[in-house]
């Protein structure tokens, strides 16, 4: 599976650079036990293959008040949830505040409001892609393509890394401007950066 190589490829270079926030991610979750929790919590949502591979690389990051966001930023907007978090973060967005459609699941947060999400729903034109929700940025309440897939995602996480537009300063993540244009080279489907 390509996701399950990005992963191990953006994994390693993390390590590389010590990044602290590799050091805070969670061991993993597996389907079975995603699967109960959503039924649990009532979520009309089927994980897919990509969702399963993610949270059997880490369970999330253990998030701390007492840290920095950009310590726990794995990337621009990428706090990894833990699954948990993120089955109590679509609760309260789409059954409570009915801010998000059903269909996206959120995967990681700023830290700030936004949040990247994945669309579940195998009926969709967006299926299996990766959602910004950030009113500020996008003027509003409607989410936009961002990556094409969980799996651009880390790739063009680790392009940016490795063309130095992504870096660790003093313990703290870092974009630079050049970021944009490798974002929009790696997912020319995505809405976002056709604006």
Same mark, same amino acid.
């Given at each position: 599976m390509a996701l399950m190589g990005? $992963?191990?490829?953006?994994?390693?270079?993390?390590?590389s650079i010590d990044h602290p926030a590799i050091a805070m991610l969670n061991g993993e979750m597996d389907q079975q036990n995603m699967d109960v929790l959503f039924l649990s919590k009532d979520i009309d949502l089927k994980g897919n293959d990509d969702l399963y591979t993610l949270y059997g690389w880490g369970n999330g990051i253990q998030m701390s008040r007492e840290m920095a966001l950009g310590q726990m930023w794995f990337f621009e907007q990428g706090i990894f949830l833990s699954f948990e978090m993120a089955v109590e973060t679509y609760q309260i967005f789409v059954h409570q505040e009915e801010?998000?459609? +059903? +269909?996206?699941f959120p995967l990681f947060t700023s830290g700030g409001g936004d949040?990247? $999400?994945i669309d579940l729903e195998p009926t969709s034109p967006t299926y299996n892609m990766i959602h910004l929700y950030a009113p500020t940025v996008l003027l509003g309440f409607e989410s936009k393509t961002i990556y094409d897939? $969980?799996?651009? $995602?880390?790739i063009t996480a680790l392009a940016c890394y490795e063309q130095g537009e992504y870096c660790i300063k003093d313990g703290l993540f870092h974009a630079n401007e050049g970021a944009s244009l490798i974002c929009a080279k790696l997912n020319p489907l995505s809405e976002f950066w056709k604006d």
């Open positions: 990005s $992963l191990h490829n953006f994994h390693e270079f993390l390590l801010l998000w459609n +059903k +269909k996206l949040f990247l $999400l897939s $969980l799996d651009h $995602l880390f």
